[in-house]
T-cell receptor
Framework: GENVEQHPSTLSVQEGDSAVIKCTYSDSASNYFPWYKQELGKRPQLIIDIRSNVGEKKDQRIAVTLNKTAKHFSLHITETQPEDSAVYFC???????????????FGSGTRLQVQP | DGGITQSPKYLFRKEGQNVTLSCEQNLNHDAMYWYRQDPGQGLRLIYYSQIVNDFQKGDIAEGYSVSREKKESFPLTVTSAQKNPTAFYLCASSPGVDYGYTFGSGTRLTVV
């Protein structure tokens, strides 16, 4: 499957600061880019997503930007709070080489720690 | 459990045993997926199914098998051919392709 590169692997910020996580992908057929938050011992939960025909999407303190030319997309969290501490995963959806069918390929995750 | 239920939560397997992980959803989703999560790594795709009676191998299908006889159910069997099965297994479903996934709460499998 396609590799999705996610950086940084760990991120520590002070409460109230902003956090940015970036992912890059290689296949221009990727057209759907969700972000998931996974708290310790829990299931991943979708927090925001963006499609390839949109450059930016915002939901309260969370935003995602997509640069199709450069093949990267980023998660922005503003005014971080301790409850934002979790592992965040990016993902892309593209047709698989063997079947042409789509499934999500995930990045390796970013552990965000918000210091009170 | 938000419409998708995985059982059991913890599972212990002896060497040479096959074990089956259950995944049931009542969201009326067409597509279902199995991912494996290892510490410090992302989610890797094992198998996926976009419609009943049809499924495809993911990136790490060796040593695993699935069935999709009902829309609601997508069980995963970890066979003795899987040499390193200790991991956290996540099942997910979605209304179709290019939609957000709803994940189950996971099964933690340990080889003893």
């Amino acid at each position: 499957g396609e590799n999705v590169e996610q950086h940084p692997s760990t991120l520590s910020v002070q409460e109230g600061d902003s956090a940015v996580i970036k992912c890059t992908y290689s296949d221009s057929a990727s057209n759907y880019f969700p972000w998931y938050k996974q708290e310790l011992g829990k299931r991943p939960q979708l927090i925001i997503d963006i499609r390839s025909n949109v450059g930016e999407k915002k939901d309260q303190r969370i935003a995602v930007t997509l640069n199709k030319t450069a093949k990267h997309f980023s998660l922005h969290i503003t005014e971080t709070q301790p409850e934002d501490s979790a592992v965040y995963f990016c993902a892309t959806s593209k047709p698989r080489r063997d079947t042409g069918r789509r499934a999500l390929t995930f990045g390796s995750g970013t552990r965000l720690q918000v210091q009170p | 459990d938000g419409g998708i239920t995985q059982s059991p939560k913890y599972l212990f397997r002896k060497e040479g045993q096959n074990v089956t992980l259950s995944c049931e959803q009542n969201l009326n989703h067409d597509a279902m997926y199995w991912y494996r999560q290892d510490p410090g790594q992302g989610l890797r795709l094992i198998y996926y199914s976009q419609i009943v009676n049809d499924f495809q191998k993911g990136d790490i299908a060796e040593g695993y098998s699935v069935s999709r006889e009902k829309k609601e159910s997508f069980p995963l069997t970890v066979t003795s051919a899987q040499k390193n099965p200790t991991a956290f297994y996540l099942c997910a479903s979605s209304p179709g392709v290019d939609y957000g996934y709803t994940f189950g709460s996971g099964t933690r499998l340990t080889v003893v």
